[in-house]
């Protein structure tokens, strides 16, 4: 069965920040990937605003160039590439003064398509400024969308204030915050596994599930962009918005049908649910020098630096579905492998007929999002041979790359799903405003007991699995962490 690709209407997308990092590693070659599936309409415009003086071949050439590097198949594809670069114009514009605004207004008036569009791949700090010269110079319909990237906030007050600055421009609807993680093809698979197969709602809840792990783990440190990340840390850049977000869809209630609301609805429950974090259960970690790979402090130039790098957690939600049931949360970096999975743990059987079979450990079901998308549940069967009944798990495993063959290669990266879903209207994937700010609610207490407490993270080795203290964090309730591996 072949994928069905749905065309957007005609769109005009302007890209704040068109000529950095983020832009050009990412969403110029998802756009290009858009293009290549037949989503893009070819009379849509994308216009790169920043603040170089740049013409629009100049431009071209640069984008030409980031896709040679980000996008492997760019140059064989060269007829593609050209009618994708037809699209494509540049306006110099200052985020933070008026040159360049009435070019952009003239510009888009020339030949105004139904969707307009405005990414702001910028620092936070412009997000408040761009939007409300967006509004104010007319730029910006009534239907007009706004896209802004994380961090959304640096804790709750900056996250209120960022929603305040953005909702005096825009409605809600018009605003679409960007977590990319909830555009992977197997975080959505999980709404799908949920809630259209009978099979197992019926045991998602505390009374089958005995626990449920969380990990993201990454092998790269933070060399680059230590001066961010030092300011930031592991708890603010990962566990407050992509790993609450996958334990918010992996907790909720079914909603009443799949549409932006609705969904969001019930992650927002969810996240007030949330029992404050007892602080015995987080363990913080900072990665240590090996080999030739410097240390945390060394990439982030402060070699008295307290910032995470690595955390672990247990979290637990008061609600009928989930009371008793925890919920471990990890993300690191500089670990053993590059791993993302959600681990669901179900109880052992309440009885064994086996006796002389040994304890029967109960069934896991894992959902990896990277890097080999699938599903994998773990089931308990007889070993093969006489002499009695011995018992063994088994994997039933399903990667996407194998159960759906060529179609697997045409699933969609994170950002050309989101930017169109952008340009649909639809968003599902997408988070409210008041998810960002409880979930800023629920970290913030944790973050402020680190510094009163003034403690450093724990040191741990580059290339393994964290700090020991995060292994004891489950041990101590007699379970363990799945192994970091690829």
Known sequence: MASTIIPVDSF??????????????????????????????????IIGAARSELSREQFCNTVRESLATFDGKAEIRKGALES??????????????????????????????????????????????ISERLAASGIALPKSRIVVEKPLGHDLASAIE????????????????IDHYLGKETVQNLMALRFSNALFEPVWNAQHIDHIQI????????????????????????????????????????????????????????????????P?????????????????REEAGNTKSTT????????????????????????????????????????????????DAGPISGNALVIRLQ?????????????????????????????????LGERAHNIADAYERLIMDVIRGDQTLFMRGDEVEAAWAWVDPIISTWQESREVPQPYDSGGSGPDMSLALMHNDGRRWREIEE
């Open 12 to 45: 005009d997308l302007v890209i704040f920040g068109a000529t950095g990092d983020l832009a050009m590693r990412k969403i110029f070659a998802s756009l290009f990937r858009s293009l290549l599936a037949g989503q893009i309409p070819h009379n849509s415009r």
């Open 84 to 129: 994708f670069l037809n699209c494509l114009d540049y306006i110099r514009i200052d985020a933070n003064g008026d040159d360049g605004w009435n070019d952009l207004s003239l510009m888009l008036a020339q030949n105004p398509n139904p969707v307009r569009a405005f990414y702001l791949s910028v620092g936070p700090s412009l997000f408040g400024g």
């Open 162 to 177: 960022l929603n305040r600055k953005l909702s005096e421009s825009f409605a809600e609807d018009q605003i679409f915050r």
């Open 215 to 278: 990990t993201v783990a990454e092998t790269i440190g933070v060399d680059g962009r230590g001066g961010y990340y030092d300011k930031s840390g592991a708890m603010r850049d990962m566990v407050q918005n992509h790993l609450v977000q996958l334990l918010c869809l992996t907790a909720m209630e079914p909603p009443s049908r799949f549409e932006p609301n609705a969904v969001r609805d019930e992650k927002l429950k969810v996240l007030r649910a949330l029992d404050a974090v007892d």
């Open 280 to 296: 015995l259960k987080v363990v913080r970690g900072q990665y240590r020098a090996a080999g030739d790979q410097s240390s945390y």
């Open 308 to 355: 995470e790098s690595f955390v672990a957690l247990k979290a637990t939600i008061s609600n009928w579905r989930w009371s008793g049931t925890p919920f471990y949360l990890r993300t690191g970096k500089r670990l053993r492998a590059r791993m993302s999975e959600i681990e669901i743990g179900f109880k052992a059987p309440p009885h064994s007929i086996f006796p």
């Open 371 to 403: 890097p080999d998308e699938g599903i994998t549940l773990h089931m308990t069967i007889k070993e093969p041979g006489q002499g009695g009944i011995r018992l063994t798990t088994v994997p039933l495993d399903m990667s996407f790359a194998d159960a």
